[in-house]
């Protein structure tokens, strides 16, 4: 059943505004806002996607993708259909982007419980809302998180990052990390390729990570689009005044939607891209959809030895001792990283 949404005010006339996201919708009496699945129902803002899942899997940590939060083990990942942003590129725009198959709210009733107790049974340290943008389906993240939360389960959203400060605010006490999108530092291109604003997810990051949030960062590297030196320095740069314990993973493009026509990233683009975010003083930069690379794993920014080996999305070698360099005893930036065990199993 539709549930009222959170954070809307009401306007004249039976219009609202929603102050979930950057977008601000002011939307109309039988209209939707640009997410298609928040409604104003008679002067009332709904949410038409509450405990619908489109999807409901369990994934390793390292897929959101999350490598200093509870290195691995495993996530509940949950979405409905539905997105505030409309990238050329997305990859899970059979689910996302709604206009693509007429509107049409799709998905299965799971209710919040119901999610808490399948995380428990698959023994999850983690509920990950992702595969869409879980600012959209904001409620059903905020309950699900709230009785996970009091199971000992965490929570952790996989964003845009295109959330007001509100929605930030709201779901901080319940959130403990965030792999957030940064797609670029132009402006031109989140208007061009995304259907949104830069400044929005600049402000969200700085907020986030003020709030206690654990971040990690992901920028899809697109040949042509956002791959040049003076880019990835750009991305870069911001993230070293961020913090040079943010991680950030440089991924690799594949053809999706509607950038067919552009061939996958090089991986010698991403090689060039992870160098360039060490030299701006990132402690953690990593290689993303190239399974085998180096650029994989965790290196001890001190001494260099490695900490946390990965093949793909398991765990092999590690290197620490409790929270440290086993080596150098370095502290080592992150969230559980003393749940690993030497052979890479979560203890």
Same mark, same amino acid.
């Given at each position: 059943?539709?549930?009222?949404?959170?954070?809307?005010?009401?306007?004249?006339?039976?219009?609202?505004?929603?102050?979930?996201?950057?977008?601000?919708?002011?939307?109309?009496?039988?209209?939707?806002?640009?997410?298609?699945?928040?409604?104003?129902?008679?002067?009332?803002?709904?949410?038409?996607?509450?405990?619908?899942?489109?999807?409901?899997?369990?994934?390793?940590?390292?897929?959101?993708?999350?490598?200093?939060?509870?290195?691995?083990?495993?996530?509940?990942?949950?979405?409905?259909?539905?997105?505030?942003?409309?990238?050329?590129?997305?990859?899970?725009?059979?689910?996302?982007?709604? =206009?693509?198959?007429?509107?049409? @709210?799709? %998905?299965?009733?799971?209710?919040? *419980? $119901?999610?808490?107790?399948? #995380?428990?049974?698959?023994?999850?340290?983690?509920?990950?809302?992702?595969?869409?943008?879980?600012?959209?389906?904001?409620?059903?993240?905020?309950?699900?998180?709230?009785?996970?939360?009091?199971?000992?389960?965490?929570?952790?959203?996989?964003?845009?990052?295109?959330?007001?400060?509100?929605?930030?605010?709201?779901?901080?006490?319940?959130?403990?990390?965030?792999?957030?999108?940064?797609?670029?530092?132009?402006?031109?291109?989140?208007?061009?390729?995304?259907?949104?604003?830069?400044?929005?997810?600049?402000?969200?990051?700085?907020?986030?990570?003020?709030?206690?949030?654990?971040? =990690?960062?992901?920028?899809?590297? @697109?040949? %042509?689009?956002?791959?040049?030196? *003076? $880019?990835?320095?750009?991305? #870069?740069?911001?993230?070293?005044?961020?913090?040079?314990?943010?991680?950030?993973?440089?991924?690799?493009?594949?053809?999706?939607?509607?950038?067919?026509?552009?061939?996958?990233?090089?991986?010698?683009?991403?090689?060039?891209?992870?160098?360039?975010?060490?030299?701006?003083?990132?402690?953690?930069?990593?290689?993303?959809?190239?399974?085998?690379e180096d650029g994989e794993n965790t290196f001890c920014p001190k001494c260099?030895?490695?900490?946390?080996?990965?093949?793909?999305?398991?765990?092999?070698?590690?290197?620490?001792?409790?929270?440290?360099?086993?080596?150098?005893?370095?502290?080592?930036?992150?969230?559980?990283?003393?749940?690993?065990?030497?052979?890479?199993?979560?203890?």
């Amino acid at each position: 059943m539709p549930r009222e949404a959170v954070l809307y005010e009401k306007l004249p006339d039976h219009k609202v505004r929603c102050n979930l996201c950057a977008h601000r919708c002011g939307i109309s009496p039988g209209a939707r806002g640009i997410c298609g699945v928040r409604e104003n129902q008679d002067g009332t803002l709904v949410s038409l996607v509450y405990e619908k899942a489109v999807a409901c899997s369990v994934d390793p940590i390292e897929k959101k993708p999350f490598f200093h939060f509870l290195p691995g083990t495993r996530a509940l990942s949950i979405a409905t259909v539905g997105c505030n942003f409309r990238c050329r590129f997305c990859q899970n725009y059979h689910i996302s982007d709604l =206009e693509s198959y007429g509107g049409g @709210i799709e %998905g299965r009733r799971l209710q919040c *419980e $119901e999610v808490v107790r399948l #995380a428990e049974a698959e023994g999850c340290a983690s509920i990950s809302y992702t595969y869409t943008e879980p600012t959209i389906f904001f409620e059903y993240a905020q309950d699900c998180a709230r009785l996970a939360a009091e199971r000992g389960i965490k929570n952790n959203f996989v964003t845009n990052g295109y959330m007001t400060e509100e929605s930030w605010r709201t779901i901080a006490p319940l959130l403990d990390a965030a792999n957030v999108d940064l797609k670029s530092m132009r402006e031109e291109f989140y208007r061009s390729y995304v259907g949104a604003h830069l400044q929005p997810v600049v402000d969200s990051l700085r907020l986030a990570k003020s709030l206690g949030i654990w971040i =990690e960062v992901t920028t899809l590297v @697109i040949p %042509g689009l956002n791959d040049s030196d *003076e $880019e990835l320095e750009a991305v #870069a740069s911001f993230l070293a005044e961020l913090g040079a314990e943010v991680p950030w993973h440089v991924s690799r493009f594949h053809p999706a939607h509607k950038l067919v026509q552009v061939g996958p990233t090089p991986t010698e683009t991403l090689r060039r891209a992870r160098k360039i975010g060490l030299e701006a003083g990132l402690r953690y930069v990593y290689i993303g959809n190239v399974p085998g690379e180096d650029g994989e794993n965790t290196f001890c920014p001190k001494c260099g030895e490695t900490l946390i080996g990965r093949v793909g999305y398991r765990t092999t070698e590690v290197g620490l001792r409790g929270s440290r360099c086993a080596a150098c005893g370095t502290d080592v930036d992150g969230v559980g990283l003393e749940g690993l065990a030497s052979d890479g199993r979560p203890r």
